[in-house]
């Protein structure tokens, strides 16, 4: 766990990041508080595979990436660690909006919560696209310094989709805080795509505009391999 509290470190040594906490009043302890209370709601699997492994996720905003989680979920004893779900606690819990879009803070939270999940050796699938590689490299040391396996996965769908999906999200949403925000982080996503390869280390890519299922299962067997 040394790599994680290195992490850990760094975003409190970074001055800016620091300011901006203490400027809107907030504290590491307020994010264990909320990250304990977000693993806390979770079921945990009553099953474990013979190694530990831990699942990232590559694809834009709407491509289906959920989606993806819950049916390799359903098959193999992994918990999903979902971003939007970590900003709507937040915002049932009273944080303002403008600190909830923070990206820093989602993913230092996400860190906490990945801490507590590793403590029990749960497998993880993190539901966040890991395209830009000062988030997904930093990520990769820490779960490979746990002892677990990373894992890539990629996910695509093609742009008169994604939209479809965004404005089904709209009328589906519960927080207001995604809602007012679907077109932007759309947006911002996109154009990190644009800027950012593709790792060369993808162990699966799906397609979402094909049928899920045979793909989910093609890629269970290719991951039951890797857990020899």
């Known amino acids: ?116 999940l590793m403590n029990h050796d749960i497998n993880i699938i993190l539901d966040v696209d890991l395209r830009e590689p000062y988030f997904r490299e930093p990520l990769r040391n820490i779960i490979a310094s746990a002892g677990y396996n990373f894992i890539l996965l990629h996910v695509m769908a093609p742009e008169n989709l994604v939209r479809e999906r965004i404005t089904e999200r709209r009328t589906k949403e519960t927080s207001r805080y995604l809602k007012d925000n679907l077109e932007r982080h759309y947006e911002e996503r996109r154009k990190i795509h644009l800027s950012y390869p593709l790792p060369d280390d993808i162990f699966y890519t799906f397609a979402n505009n094909e049928p899920i299922d045979a793909q989910i299962e093609e890629f269970i067997d290719k991951f039951k391999k890797q857990d020899q």
Do not use: C
Request: glycine letters at 6%; proline letters at 3%; charged letters at 25%.
């Open 1 to 116: 766990m040394f790599a994680m509290v290195g992490t850990i470190k760094k975003f409190i040594q970074n001055i800016p990041f620091l300011f901006w906490l203490l400027w809107n009043r907030l504290s590491l302890k307020q994010v264990e508080n909320v990250a304990k209370e977000y693993v806390n709601s979770l079921v945990m699997p009553r099953q474990k595979t013979a190694k530990k492994h831990f699942i990232g996720l590559i694809g834009s905003y709407g491509v289906g990436k959920t989606t993806v989680a819950k049916k390799i979920a359903e098959k193999l004893p992994f918990i999903i660690i979902v971003s939007d779900e970590g900003r709507r606690l937040l915002e049932r819990k009273g944080f303002p909006h403008n600190i909830i879009k923070k990206s820093k803070l989602i993913f230092l939270l996400g860190l906490r919560i990945i801490k507590e």
